[in-house]
């Protein structure tokens, strides 16, 4: 009975193994997914668009801090999708992606090339990106708070006029 002992020992223990690894957590993405659907909206604009701004009510944050993405990228997003995609056709126009919302939100853009664009303070608290020379392609948005807590109500606004002339 004891050469049995130790034997059924090793035999749990390699049944348990498999069970153990399927409970570890997966691991977390290192950037947000830019290949995901958005959670809002998709948002297809080409050059002297109307309206302008082109407005999407969003909820803003999300439940991981924004890391390594840049020097000003900041805030709590949800890393699993974005807010909203654009699909932008550029024409000669700078474009103008910014926030409205009661509280303090930032903005996270991945370009068409890739790069990453954030602001948090453009006008007050509402963040706001200037894009001089847009290209045409994709813009993934996400729209995060800069303290985590519950989703905030918030306004995305891609216009092609600037801030200043817009009132």
Not at 15 to 34: E, F, I
Not at 92 to 105: G, K, M
Request: include cysteine.
């Amino acid at each position: 009975m004891r050469k049995i002992a130790p034997f059924a020992l090793v035999l749990v223990c390699a049944m348990a193994l498999p069970v153990l690894a399927q409970q570890k957590s997966p691991a977390r993405q290192a950037t947000p997914d830019v290949a995901a659907q958005p959670r809002y909206a998709t948002v297809n604009l080409r050059a002297d668009f109307a309206p302008d701004p082109h407005e999407t009510r969003v909820e803003a944050g999300g439940d991981r801090q924004v890391q390594g993405l840049g020097t000003d990228c900041s805030g709590w997003i949800d890393y699993a999708r974005p807010d909203v995609d654009l699909n932008y056709q550029a024409g000669n126009l700078p474009l103008y992606i910014s926030v409205v919302a009661q509280a303090d939100t930032t903005l996270i853009i991945n370009d068409p090339s890739g790069r990453w664009i954030c602001n948090d303070d453009m006008e007050g608290l509402n963040p706001g990106i200037i894009i001089q020379r847009p290209a045409s392609g994709n813009y993934n948005i996400w729209i995060g708070t800069v303290d985590r807590g519950p989703p905030q109500p918030a306004t995305l606004r891609i216009s092609e006029v600037p801030p200043s002339r817009r009132k």
